[in-house]
């Protein structure tokens, strides 16, 4: 009798937070009025685990918290070592929302890093080649002044765009 108190009482006090009566949960999870009163009020001996994860989805609750209310304890062992058994739904969605958001980021640093990368190794090569010529003492009009120069504004860009690290505080929280 005690798990369906629990049961009554978590989906109960989810309702109550999001300002659902039972006929509006029961409408948005795609059930009967009557077959969730029964669920809320433990006439459903082993609730459908379907059922469960839209209303844990529904009421931002833990669909660990709810299946283990529901009698299925044997289930939430899998997820005991998980850091994420005791995320409601939404709490999920915004971890792998923020997670992809990350990773197009850090992405987007490393290309960016890339094609600075590019233009340098075009800029020393430019460098080589003109230094070559003038080291065969070709007519060319570039002088060492100017190779120290291009070299000098290489360094400046490997210092400030390539060695720089990514801000790594834009990690969100959870991972």
Known sequence: MDKEVNLKTLIEGG????NFSQRE???RIGLSNTSLNDLENGKVQKPDVEILRKIAEELDLSLDQLLK???????TNWFSNDEFHNKS???LKNIIKEARAFKYDILDFDS????EAVKVIKELDRVMYNLKLLNENRDVDYNLNQAIEDINKT???LDK???KKYDYSKLPYDL
Request: hydrophobic content about 40%; cysteine-free; aromatic content about 4%.
């Open 161 to 163: 765009v390539i060695a």
């Open 112 to 115: 960016n890093k890339r094609k």
């Open 89 to 91: 739904s939404r709490d």
């Open 155 to 157: 360094i400046e860009v």
């Open 69 to 75: 209310a529901a009698g299925y304890g044997e289930i």
């Open 25 to 27: 949960l029961a409408r």
């Open 15 to 18: 309702r109550e937070i999001k």
